[in-house]
């Protein structure tokens, strides 16, 4: 099988934080809570138009620090 090109994210609009920070551009923090020691995964949608970018693994303890913000 190969893998599809999937180039129609590019036109859509993707919700993307616009105040990433450098740990954060460079996959060390996660974009949403900007937590750096947490387990992550890919961001797939957001790393179509960037550098690859990663997200808390645990979502709820994600929105948990988010909202500490
Ligand atoms: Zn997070």
């Known amino acids: 099988m190969t ?3 999937r180039h ?3 036109g859509k609009s993707i919700d993307l934080p616009s105040t990433l920070t450098e740990a ?3 996959g060390r ?4 809570c900007g937590d750096e020691h947490s387990v992550k995964r890919p ?10 970018l990663f997200e808390c693994v645990d979502v709820g303890a994600c929105a948990d ?3 500490r913000l």
């Open 29 to 32: 923090a996660c974009v949403r």
């Open 3 to 5: 893998e599809p090109r």
């Open 8 to 10: 129609y994210f590019m």
């Open 65 to 67: 620090r988010v909202s």
């Open 43 to 52: 961001v797939e949608a957001w790393s179509e138009q960037s550098a690859q």
């Open 24 to 26: 954060q551009l460079d």
